[in-house]
């Protein structure tokens, strides 16, 4: 017989005998099929939500833009040439957008809105739904001077009016005639930080908010006539080509919300990561299963031997049954993972673009089995290459198998391959390569550090000093003796509870900073569209209302960066950290001298009376992500004129204080005779909310055309925000704490056979239930702490990177975190253990005696 068709031979009867194996079920399996069904189910919703969102928002993408292609202009309208040119594309509908304040008629009460002013075209795509029902047109018609306005719900919540009320609007009055249900192009929009007012622009005309320097965003939506991807492209081609200096920004029904698009893509990346996790830590759980279940099969193991089996024959019928009940638990984390999806259409519909009906998103479900697989082989070939090498004698006495030797090298080869692949997979899949390679290396060095710690707890507890407590001198044992179940308890655990410290803490120190520490040192006020004639009357109102606050003003304009050092942004690579940059227009100044709230980094400052060519001061750290070095030069687009100027220096901005900070301040040459507004902050931290509420009041009846912005209400709008993100962080953070769960009780499992004949032979030699039940305890206490000091520590050290070193803010350790910790450690320690080793605390003598 030839080698393949021997080889062949032995496969089919791997395959035969393991099947036949089997047939008993899978008893000494289930943490095994729990770990990988809840890692790829994790995975595979992370994704199937995500892929669902993505699909919509491309499948609805000529609703969400309201139109084939949209320009955008900022602080200017379009010109002849400009417009002529939209008109030649198709059907035109022209819009505004902008913050405004909207107050009672008697003055009594204001709010801040986001303003939106339509013509009698829009929108090209999708409708608006409103309370009640009637034509667009009809609801913004002017109706004797006073024209129709249509509302989100919660404007009215917050003024206490309703449909058939009247608002003042700058020096217009409207009446809201229905109440916005959905708006088909709100999140193509962006994020609004106040709730919305639609209009027509007739009524945004009598207004009179829209004056030099105001913040306006016109809109300009086109219909093609023939809107085929190809054609949008060429459309942006030209238009790019035909008005090179025009500074608007572009955006097609391809990619109607690329910011959303962007951050769902990177969320999603975050909780895979994390679904990840969990499978890796399950992978712990799938090595013990596997070693616990090879040591229930020594006496088949042993005959197999005997009757002449060689080595790789054994192997292969129990890698076959791994693989086989790894497929299973994959099949079953498949279907979980479909099903995630429609229990999350009911939570964001409504709020993100999400599929009417049940589907299924193959790519997600391959790349969750991919993981799934890779880690089942990953950690299962260790424990079946020491399986493999335990001779018969050794079986037939009832030894377990030795874990003090490595198994064979190509095992270990084997096991370091599956684990690059996982790494690799993970590294290739992900939206930012060098976060998921951040991870991984986390995640590697944290079970290095886990092992150390658990040598560190053993070698502690064998060379603890001799106690009195019988109990307590067992439990000591128990953690140093060979077989103990301290790594299996300190591995299992450890990355788990560490991810929970690590996203605990983050999210608590964030809700800190927006809810106390935050408020304490930011502005009370920002005064946004300021005009030039109206600065001195606006300090008098601001300096009668609030007298002991601090008044701070700077010009600014909006400019969108083009190029730099005459190389179009479009195409430098740029780092994901750097993008915002360059992402629309900012916020630009000038100034004399260096802005108090910033220190130069590097460079020069210009004189006060500077008059040379136009220079530029650069946020040091976000030129540092742009590739920027002094001397280099920048182009800005400002109202549609393209102004190049050299950076003199590069300033150290506090962003987070939340003051008046630009990434670009110029000198003042750059900029003269440019129309412009002024913007403004208040800043008295002993201001009481009366007298806030008053200095609203006052700016808001004074100088309607003020845009107020109060601090601590947009704090209170990200927070919402950030308590909804900090739900679906915490729910994936619990999928690795259940799998830490799992892989516990799978380790409890694996050393029950060794704590049986502990038990029986201690009660044979006098030893009371009570006893033990107290010794288990003492070890599972011990054990749950060392593990709760090695989360907190390195969950610590995690949360303040990410917090102090990438989101730039204060880190502090918060010690109800602590606490929390220390007591979910010591419940599943104690609380699994002490059931793990309840049914052993009952086990026969006899039985047990025999086979010793």
């Keep these: 017989m030839n080698a393949p068709a021997r080889s062949a031979g032995w496969l089919s009867l791997a395959f035969r005998l393991a099947l036949r194996e089997m047939r008993g079920g899978l008893r000494g399996f289930y943490i095994f099929l729990a770990c990988i069904a809840l890692g790829t189910a994790a995975i595979a919703g992370v994704n199937s939500v995500s892929g669902a969102i993505s699909q919509s928002i491309e499948a609805q993408g000529q609703t969400l833009l309201a139109g084939d292609i949209r320009f955008q202009l900022r602080n200017r309208v379009a010109t002849d040439a400009e417009r002529g040119y939209f008109d030649t594309l198709g059907d035109v509908s022209v819009s505004a957008g902008l913050r405004s304040m909207a107050r009672l008629p008697d003055g009594s009460d204001q709010t801040l809105v986001e303003l939106k002013a339509v013509d009698d075209d829009y929108p090209l795509y999708g409708t608006v739904e409103t309370t009640p029902a009637e034509p667009l047109a009809r609801l913004t018609a002017d109706d004797g001077g006073t024209f129709g306005a249509l509302a989100a719900p919660l404007l009215l919540e917050r003024l206490g009016v309703r449909v058939g009320d009247e608002l003042l609007l700058g020096t217009a009055r409207v009446r809201i005639t229905a109440t916005i249900d959905r708006e088909p192009d709100a999140l193509s929009d962006g994020f609004g930080l106040a709730p919305r007012l639609l209009i027509s622009n007739d009524a945004l005309a009598a207004t009179g908010l829209v004056q030099t320097g105001s913040l306006v965003e016109h809109q300009y939506k086109v219909r093609l006539d023939a809107p085929t991807s190809r054609a949008i492209a060429e459309v942006r081609r030209q238009a790019e080509r035909q008005f090179p200096s025009a500074g608007w920004s572009i955006r097609t029904s391809n990619n109607a919300t690329p910011s959303l698009t962007s951050n769902i893509t990177r969320f999603s990346q975050f909780l895979t990561l994390v679904g990840l996790t969990a499978l890796i830590v399950g992978g712990v759980g799938v090595a013990n299963a596997v070693r616990a279940y090879l040591d229930t099969k020594r006496g088949v193991i042993a005959t197999f031997k005997c009757l002449g089996a060689p080595a790789r024959l054994i192997s292969a019928i129990y890698l076959i049954q791994i693989v086989l009940i790894a497929v299973i638990g994959i099949l079953i984390g498949l279907v979980l993972g479909m099903l995630i999806p429609i229990v999350a259409v009911r939570f964001l519909e409504g709020v993100l673009p999400v599929p009417a009906g049940l589907a299924i998103y193959p790519g997600a479900l391959a790349l969750a089995a991919a993981f799934g697989v890779i880690t089942a082989l990953a950690f299962a070939i260790m424990p079946l290459g020491h399986a493999r090498e335990v001779p018969a004698t050794a079986l037939f006495r009832e030894q377990g198998f030795e874990r003090s030797r490595l198994p064979a090298w190509p095992y270990i080869a084997g096991a370091g391959l599956f684990l690059a692949a996982l790494g690799g997979l993970a590294v290739w899949t992900a939206y930012d390569r060098y976060i998921a390679v951040v991870f991984l290396g ?411």
Aim: charged share 15%; hydrophobic share 50%; no cysteine.
């Design 442 to 852: 986390s995640i590697a060095f944290a079970f290095v550090v886990l092992r150390l710690v658990a040598s560190l707890v053993t070698a502690l507890a064998r060379r603890a000093p001799r106690v009195n407590s019988p109990a307590l001198r067992l439990a000591i044992g128990n953690i140093h003796r060979p077989g103990a179940l301290t790594p299996s308890v300190v591995l299992s655990l450890g990355l788990g509870l560490a991810l929970l410290v690590t996203l605990t803490l983050i999210d608590g120190n964030l809700r800190r900073e927006l809810t106390s520490s935050l408020p304490e040192r930011a502005p009370n006020f920002f005064f946004i569209d300021i005009q030039g004639n109206d600065l001195d009357g606006f300090r008098k109102v601001l300096t009668d209302t609030m007298p002991d606050g601090k008044i701070i003003e700077v010009p600014m304009l909006r400019g969108r960066i083009t190029a730099f050092n005459g190389e179009d942004v479009a195409r430098r690579d740029v780092p994901a950290s750097g993008r915002w940059v360059l992402q629309g227009d900012r916020g630009i100044t000038y100034a004399k001298n260096l802005p108090e709230n910033s220190t130069l980094a590097a460079g020069q400052w210009w004189p006060a009376d500077y008059a040379g060519e136009p220079l530029v001061s650069f946020s040091a750290e976000e030129a540092g992500e742009l590739g920027l070095k002094v001397g280099d030069t920048v182009t800005v687009n400002v109202l549609g004129r393209n102004m190049t100027a050299r950076i003199a220096n590069f300033r150290n901005v506090e962003w987070e204080s939340l003051s008046i900070n630009f990434v670009m301040v110029f000198s003042p040459n750059t900029f003269a005779g440019a129309p412009h507004a002024w913007l403004a902050t208040m800043i008295d931290p002993d201001a009481t909310a009366e007298q806030e509420a008053a200095t609203l009041r006052a700016v808001t009846n004074a100088y309607p055309t003020i845009t107020s912005v109060r601090v601590k209400d947009a704090l209170d709008i990200v927070n919402e925000l950030m308590g909804q993100l900090a739900t679906a962080v915490r729910a994936a953070a619990a999928v690795a704490l259940i799998a830490s769960v799992l892989v516990l009780a799978g380790a409890l499992a694996a050393g029950n056979r060794a704590r049986t004949h502990d038990a029986v032979v201690l009660k044979t030699l006098g030893a009371t239930r009570t006893t033990l039940i107290r010794a288990f305890s003492y070890e599972y206490v011990m054990l749950g702490l060392a593990t709760a000091v090695f989360a907190l520590f390195s969950g610590g050290v995690a949360a303040w990177f990410v917090v102090s070193r990438i989101m730039t803010l204060p880190s502090s350790f918060l010690p109800d975190v602590a606490l929390m910790t220390v007591l979910i450690a010591l419940a599943m320690t104690v609380g699994i253990g002490l059931a793990g080793t309840w049914r052993v605390l009952g086990q026969k003598a006899a039985t047990v005696l025999r086979e010793l």
